[in-house]
């Protein structure tokens, strides 16, 4: 049984929807899956070919637009110093955090801690795309 290049469409645009609940990838596969979805609705009026093009601007666009939405939204109110640990970051090693709803690259500010996996941790510093946490069981301790 041979899928109908509609059928493809709306399966990868389906699929790739999902995963952006499954694993936060700051609305990139939710745009990218939006635009494939698109991309089933033409399917019948557009060559193969040109489909895929068709995918690729839509998919640049939508994410050049939302990253607009998102810059406003986040201007008009305070970064949060909360962050969440997706992955375990080992020291001087570079993990995960989910921060603002979105999945950050991070690194403990001390290199010679580990932190574990779904653990309260603080936004200390933001270097480029990397931000420096350390765990709140720490920074606790400290006001005591």
Not at 109 to 114: A, G, S, V
Request: neutral net charge; contains cysteine.
């Amino acid at each position: 049984m041979a899928l109908s290049p509609t059928l493809i469409w709306l399966l990868v645009g389906a699929i790739l929807c999902l995963v952006e609940f499954i694993v936060p990838t700051a609305f990139i596969a939710l745009v990218m899956g939006v635009s494939a979805l698109i991309v089933a609705a033409a399917s019948t009026i557009i060559p193969p070919g040109l489909q895929i093009v068709l995918w690729m601007v839509l998919s640049l666009a939508l994410t050049v637009y939302s990253r607009r939405l998102v810059q406003q939204k986040t201007t008009r109110k305070l970064d949060a110093t909360e962050a969440e640990t997706l992955t375990e970051i080992l020291p001087g090693k570079i993990g995960r955090v989910r921060y603002e709803g979105n999945s950050w690259a991070a690194r403990c500010e001390d290199h010679t801690l580990t932190i574990a996996p779904n653990q309260t941790v603080y936004v200390v510093a933001r270097k480029g795309t990397t931000l420096s946490v350390m765990p709140e069981h720490l920074l606790h301790s400290e006001d005591v």
